[in-house]
T-cell receptor, first 113, second 113 residues
Framework: AQSVSQHNHHVILSEAASLELGCNYS??????LFWYVQYPGQHLQLLLK??????LVKGIKGFEAEFIKSKFSFNLRKPSVQWSDTAEYFC???????????FGPGTRLSVLP | SQTIHQWPATLVQPVGSPLSLECTVE??????LYWYRQAAGRGLQLLFY??????ISSEVPQNLSASRPQDRQFILSSKKLLLSDSGFYLC????????????FGPGTRLTVL
């Protein structure tokens, strides 16, 4: 069965620091990859996604993620975080356009002003 | 535009009582529908998904069941709640066959006492 791991349970950064959240998945076939964000008190929402093509994808609010197939990774990055980026971030994998989505356990990001 | 509704927003139920959580989607047809449970530090666990009326796939055997009586209605049920059923339940939808990610509802916080 597929699994998704996220390296950090809780990350604490100061504003303007750079961010990288790790995500690794276990499935060896064709995958679609997602990062979702859940701001305090809000719905889960899509941050960015990868389906094919350029492995470096850009999402909303200055976030980007790089798909490295050889490492089964899809790490999320942002060069300079803001206090408003405080949220929980979830990585998810969808197997070859299938119906099943597997989510990682989430990483809580706290940005200190 | 599409919207997704869940109710109730919060629910407190005694052990052994029945459960019915409802999810409805507006503004789209024939969506894929999903029920997840979100537990702190464990991410989202896919419980059920449906690709059409009356079609339910169960990902995790447990005390819960799901039904899809109408195209845009997805119901999560239990005949007798257990303490371990407490959690945050999220409904999500996806355009059938699309490459977009899922859209999530606001969730229901269930506490079983």
């Amino acid at each position: 069965a597929q699994s998704v791991s996220q390296h950090n349970h809780h990350v604490i950064l100061s504003e303007a620091a750079s961010l990288e959240l790790g995500c690794n998945y276990s499935y060896g076939g064709t995958v679609n990859l997602f990062w979702y964000v859940q701001y305090p008190g809000q719905h889960l929402q899509l941050l960015l996604k990868y389906f094919s093509g350029d492995p470096l994808v850009k999402g909303i609010k200055g976030f980007e993620a790089e798909f490295i197939k050889s490492k089964f990774s899809f790490n999320l990055r942002k060069p300079s975080v803001q206090w408003s980026d405080t949220a929980e971030y979830f990585c998810a994998v969808n197997e070859n356009y299938g119906q099943n989505f597997v989510f990682g356990p989430g990483t809580r990001l706290s940005v200190l002003p | 535009s599409q919207t997704i509704h869940q109710w109730p927003a919060t629910l407190v139920q005694p052990v052994g009582s029945p459960l019915s959580l409802e999810c409805t989607v507006e503004g789209t047809s024939n969506p894929n529908l999903y029920w997840y449970r979100q537990a702190a530090g464990r991410g989202l666990q896919l419980l059920f998904y449906s690709v059409g009326i009356g079609q339910i796939s169960s990902e995790v055997p447990q005390n819960l069941s799901a039904s899809r009586p109408q195209d845009r209605q997805f119901i999560l049920s239990s005949k007798k709640l257990l303490l371990s059923d407490s959690g945050f339940y999220l409904c999500a939808w996806k355009i059938w066959g699309s490459t977009h990610g899922q859209f999530f509802g606001p969730g229901t916080r269930l506490t079983v006492l």
